[in-house]
């Protein structure tokens, strides 16, 4: 019998200089390495939002590694929200600005 992994879906605004450092490109490949669904844009306010859909843990992790981000990025703050809508679709992807 196979144990259930709990799973949960967020969406994350991270702030700083998190546009024009790759931020994005980092989010999809760390994103898709563990393995987690969901898409990750620019937003017209210069956030960058996310949302993560996968084990609890990994949803965390990331979260975590969202933190730093890639090298050329400064983050100064990341909001979180439990979202109950999945991303409606499997992987991980980047969507246009909003």
Known sequence: MSEHVPRTTVR?????RVQ????????VGEASAT??????RN??????E???????ERVDAM???CRAGPPAAQV???ECFDDTDPPGQSGFHQRPTL
């Open 50 to 56: 996310a949302v993560f859909s996968g084990p609890a």
């Open 12 to 16: 994350v605004v991270i702030s700083g």
């Open 76 to 78: 100064s703050g990341i």
């Open 63 to 65: 979260i975590e590694a």
């Open 20 to 27: 024009g450092v790759w931020y994005r490109g980092w989010t």
């Open 35 to 40: 393995g987690l669904d969901g898409w990750v």
């Open 43 to 48: 937003r017209s306010d210069g956030t960058v």
